[in-house]
């Protein structure tokens, strides 16, 4: 068989979430191709794997993929491995891998754990219909552009961030968003100071700023959807009003003529206070 291009996913903190295949495929191979060769040499260590590394970042990949592509073109086998976690998924990888295609050699992925998907199945957010953002700008400027074009996205949104921005990231959230924007905050998933917690978006600003053990580590945020607004008559609504108003506080009775209706809450909230005014 001809030489193949494995893409292996490595844990993203605990060594236990490596795979058996995964193992096999790194004792086999030619050779490692390693974003950062000093961590995934611990790795390979912890498994007694003896296989070479070299290196393929982003900031040499461009210069490694003749070289790598011609030594499976020679018949070696090559893995190709991110710090943790999935390759290509905000990690390099992506232009090797195209050139393996555009030469022909098969590409063989070998599935394991991802922050992205691990985040998303914890924080208790629809994950029917959901899109990876990957890291938003530095800039705080760019970074309110690119909030302010997802805004209106009715699917779960899921965002990596670095420790020492996300109370400045989360704070844009909010203001684009809005403070009551459900979020799902999962941190160092697998390590030691796991930490997976589902609030709003004002409730995180808080929980951060008053924690500063927050700003540390890997750092996923698993955004809720724009509430999609539903066309309702004024009458209709003003009809549930009255009857949720017989029983219920102002408050109460907006809040679910809301999530009934899927208006906005201060919509409702409005006119409740003004039917309840006329009687």
Known sequence: MSAQLFVVATPIGHLDDMTFRAIHILKSVAIIAAEDTRQSALLLKHYNISTPLTACHDHNESNKIDIIIERLKHGDDVALVSDAGTPLISD???????????????????????????????????????????????????????LEKLKNNTHTMIIYEAPHRILDSVKDMA????????????????KTFET???????????????????????????????????????????????????DLSVKAASQLAADLTGIKKKVAYQRALELTEKV
């Not at 203001?175 to 979020?183: E, H, M, S």
């Open 175 to 190: 203001q684009v968003f809005g403070a009551d924007r459900a979020v799902g905050f999962a941190r160092e998933i697998t």
């Open 92 to 146: 390099p990888g992506f232009k090797l891998v195209r050139a393996a295609q555009e030469h022909g050699i098969r590409v063989v992925p070998v599935p394991g754990a991802c922050a992205a998907i691990a985040a998303l199945s914890a924080v208790g957010l629809p994950s029917d219909h959901f899109s990876f953002e990957g890291f938003l700008s530095s800039k705080q400027s760019q970074r309110l552009l690119q």
């Open 196 to 246: 997976i917690k589902k609030m709003t978006l004002g409730e995180l600003v808080e929980f951060i700023e008053n924690d500063r053990n927050q700003q540390k580590g890997e750092i996923v945020l698993v955004i809720a959807g724009a509430t999609e607004e539903k066309d309702m008559e004024s009458e209709d609504l003003d009809k549930l009003l009255l009857r949720l108003l017989q």
